[in-house]
């Protein structure tokens, strides 16, 4: 099963606005990324936040990490219709494996 | 371009027939990963290289899987005796081992197979 769980599964918003997707896992964790997929398409890289940190802003983009609550959330500032994608976090454990959640889908409205 | 490449983009298969994929990572990179992804979900994680070894597989792998990466660059992902369980996204995705750079993964367009 998955150890990401992002929250909402689904959101709309209005070209300008903000979005916020929260995701939620289970065990510790060396780092947590967060990677955007347009449909039908591969996954890209948005940004990578260390367990150490607790905030890291990229472009529009910002990163938060609650490592006490596990949890993680991923603002994007003044969305564009080009925001309109699948985002998904993913957590990084040590080993080989990354683990994604189900992701959230974001619908911008020009 | 220099990025992840896989082929097909796009396969449909019977069921019971046999499905290769091939996965060219970008040159430098020495990790290889191999995902399936279906409708509505995230990647979920199938195999693991580090050059031309397997190093980890899922359990999700079954004996109808198998994974190779010959010489360290490119590598196959074949399923044989399709099921109609097995449609799905196909994706590959290559890594750098390295202090900053190795947890990030650069993936390909995917493979989308369709079991009839």
């Known amino acids: 099963s998955q150890q990401g769980e992002e929250d909402p599964q689904a959101l709309s918003i209005q070209e300008g606005e903000n979005a916020t997707m929260n995701c939620s896992y289970k065990?510790?964790?060396?780092?947590l990324q967060w990677y955007r997929q347009n449909s039908g398409r591969g996954l890209v890289h948005l940004i990578l936040i260390r367990s150490n940190e607790r905030e890291k802003h990229s472009g529009r983009l910002r990163v938060t990490l609650d490592t006490s609550k596990k949890s993680s959330s991923l603002l994007i500032t003044a969305s564009r219709a080009a925001d309109t994608a699948s985002y998904f976090c993913?957590?990084?454990?040590?080993?080989?494996?990354?683990?994604f959640g189900a992701g959230t889908r974001l619908f911008v409205k020009a | 371009d220099t990025g992840v490449s896989q082929d097909p983009r796009h396969k449909i298969t019977k069921r019971g027939q046999n499905v290769t994929f091939r996965c060219d990572p970008i040159s430098e990179h020495n990790r290889l990963y191999w995902y399936r992804q279906t409708l509505g979900q995230g990647p979920e994680f199938l195999t693991y290289f580090q050059n031309e070894a397997q190093l980890e597989k899922s359990r999700l792998l079954s004996d109808r899987f198998s994974a190779e990466r010959p010489k360290g660059s490119f590598s196959t992902l074949e399923i044989q005796r399709t099921e109609q369980g097995d449609s799905a996204m196909y994706l590959c995705a290559s890594s750098l081992a390295g202090l900053a750079l190795r947890e990030t993964q650069y993936f390909g367009p995917g493979t989308r197979l369709l079991v009839l």
């Open positions: 993913a957590t990084y454990t040590g080993g080989f494996k990354t683990i």
């Open positions: 065990t510790s964790i060396n780092n």
